[in-house]
């Protein structure tokens, strides 16, 4: 992301060939081919975007207790 932050916490999903960082509390639906998420307490808007094709994951959060900036390592 680019600029100052402007929310104290994000939420992330992440993988690689061998690895995925995810969380169990927080969960969203996201497009396996492009980088949006859907998340919606509506049960008939859940029940379509599984039709789209949009996958749950769960979402780790980052508590950026405020500060303007912020850096993520994922190993």
């Given at each position: 992301m680019s600029g100052d932050l402007t929310n104290r916490n994000y939420y992330f999903y992440a993988y690689s060939d061998d690895?995925?960082?995810q969380g169990k509390k927080y969960y969203f639906?996201?497009?396996?081919?492009n980088t949006f998420s859907y998340d919606s307490?509506?049960?008939a808007a859940?029940?379509?975007v599984k039709k789209q094709g949009?996958?749950?994951h769960g979402f780790m959060v980052i508590d950026t207790q405020g500060a303007p900036s912020f850096l993520q390592q994922l190993e």
């Open positions: 690895t995925q960082w639906y996201v497009d396996p081919q307490l509506d049960p859940v029940r379509d949009f996958e749950k």
